[in-house]
Nanobody, 124 residues
Framework: QVQLVESGGGLVQAGGSLRLSCAYS????????MGWFRQVPGKTREFLSA????????YYADSVKGRFTISRDNAKNTIYLQMSSLKPEDTAVYYC?????????????????WGQGTQVTVSS
C-alpha cells in the first residue's frame, strides 16, 4: 500500500500562484510514477502532470504546460505541484496519485493509489 496526503489548497486570485504538496509513504518501491489530477463536479478527473519515480522525467497536459511545475523532494517524501498564472477555470479538487503499472499513463484508471484531494479555488 501507498499512502498519499495532499495539502496546500486554498483560495487565490486569478493570476496568483499556489503550491500543492503530496506527502507519500508506504510501499513506494513499487511505484513507477506520481501524478497530479484535478476534478470538477460532474466531470471525470483530468490529468495534469506526472513525474517518473526513477530519473525524474516529467510531462504535462497542454492545459497546464508552462504554468504548472511538478517536482519531487526525496528527502521529504513529497511531490509538489507549483501552479502559477492561475485562472478561474483552474478551480477544482486536486489529487495526487501513484502509478505502479508503468510510465506515461494519463488516464486515472492506470493509477492505483490516490490522496483525499485538496480544494483549489481561483477567484476572478
Amino acid at each position: 500500500q501507498v499512502q498519499l496526503v495532499e495539502s496546500g489548497g486554498g483560495l487565490v486570485q486569478a493570476g496568483g500562484s499556489l503550491r500543492l504538496s503530496c506527502a507519500y509513504s508506504g510501499r513506494t518501491f513499487s511505484v513507477y510514477a506520481m501524478g497530479w489530477f484535478r476534478q470538477v463536479p460532474g466531470k471525470t478527473r483530468e490529468f495534469l502532470s506526472a513525474v517518473r519515480w526513477s530519473g525524474g522525467d516529467t510531462y504535462y497536459a497542454d492545459s497546464v504546460k508552462g504554468r504548472f511545475t511538478i517536482s519531487r523532494d526525496n528527502a521529504k517524501n513529497t511531490i509538489y505541484l507549483q501552479m502559477s498564472s492561475l485562472k478561474p477555470e483552474d478551480t477544482a479538487v486536486y489529487y495526487c496519485a501513484a502509478d505502479k503499472r508503468g510510465w506515461g499513463h494519463i488516464n486515472e484508471e492506470s493509477y492505483d493509489y490516490w490522496g483525499q484531494g485538496t480544494q483549489v479555488t481561483v477567484s476572478s
